[in-house]
């Protein structure tokens, strides 16, 4: 009685949970938001795209894909023999253990008369298959260390309930002939960890038993026609698929970084986790999202981590929808000096204006906020002129040129940017070669708070046409540099007052 309801309670608790995850992918976004795309439009055309697929053509990529990748795992064979013994070990040893002695008195009875009386050797097999398969994955991350493997609380959950199932069936199979009540010990010990994997199993990484399977044979048969909302449920669902296998980190391009920075979250493996938690609304905190967001900021877009992943997810295009994600939320970051405003550009045909505009108007408005602008038809009283702001905006050899400026106005002349407006004053606050004569004049908020120095494209026509040999582009740099430096202190300050009211 007390075993058929725990039985009942897991299988409960591993509905709900499932329930509960399967409702996310329906109910959450990444990237941009799109209010047509309602729950119910979302879960039509997933029925619809399922349906599409099975009456089809598509049947047979989806047929090959799920022999060759998701039951022999050849994605994995082909990047790591080692993890791919350990994963076939698994995954083969649990599936006869689930047929052979889950489902025993439906299958394995009708096989073996005296199954119960009887030493079984094939669940001795199984099971000491699956505890090898254990054993590799121990020594991969423990004692092998494979470079960027990181092991976190739910890595260790899973090893020690796979670990205390296996040994506890094993003991239990051993002392069935020998003592019943050491065997009736190891029936409990077995039984109870079975019903906590199950609860267990929805809400932790054994999930990706269901969903990297789905994410293979989804990332197989859709394609840049695939319905819009199918994309969006796909890439939730893709969150739950990660196997936090760390293949992506070993081969991204900035992971380097995260070792210089401090900055796990920088590794695509790391940064999944917490943008799960991000997408679901959770608390991550402002150190969580920092990190999160300088990670996704980092990113350079090589598509090296989609090309290795054995679960088929696609990194790059997830990485992008995050970082509308971030955007979308209104928490600005500075586009303008992270690869992602290039890669954005490329994407703009995706969006609106007004999806494309906002962020970057954010960004900027975020970065001058603690600059006094003012209208070139004002008349700037120079008082003394800001020495210190000269020295510390003198940072390297080529920013001292500023004062080779006589205002020729040459760079102003051939700048792409200047020429893309009618009235480029009022667009950009100052031009060029104001910038330039600000600084000399020391005019802090002049030279940092002008929206020029963020519409640069850094093309050098400036710097190259100077006949003075000022290094225009480098100084902006270096404006660009500090203005960062003084709108976080401005945005630091601001929160402590905050706090403190």
Known sequence: MVYTMLLYLALVVFGIGLLFKVAGWFRFNIGIYDPSLTVSVRIRAAIQGILSVIFSPKLATLIKVLVADVLFQNHLRRQDTLRWVMHMLIFAGFTFLFFMHALDKIIITSLFEKYYLALNPFLLVSGSM????????????????????????????????????????????????????????FWDIHFLACMVGLAYLPFSKFLHVFTTPLSLLANAVMDANSHPANVKTRQIMELDACLHCTNCSKRCSVAAASDIIGNSNILPSERIAVLKEYVAYKEIGARGFAALQEGISLCTNCDRCTVICPAGINLRDLWFNAREEVLQREHAAPLVLTPFSFYRGLKRQEMTSDQYKQPLSNAVKDLTAPFERFSTGEVVPLGPQNSEFKKTAVLSGGTVTYAYCFTCENCSTVCPVVGNYEAPQQALDLLPHQIIRSLGFGLKDAALGARMLW??????????????????????????NLAVVEANQSSAQNGSESAAR
């Open 130 to 185: 699956v505890l090898a398969g254990i054993a590799i994955a121990a020594y991969r991350r423990f004692i092998l260390k494979v470079p960027r493997l990181k092991t976190n609380a739910m890595d260790a959950y899973v090893l020690i309930i796979l670990a205390v199932i296996l040994i506890s069936g094993i003991a239990m199979e051993l002392t069935k002939l020998s003592s019943y009540e050491h065997y009736q010990i």
């Open 455 to 480: 519409y640069c494209l850094t093309c050098y026509q400036c710097q190259e046409h100077c006949p003075q040999g000022v290094k225009v582009t480098d100084i902006f740099y270096e404006l660009k």
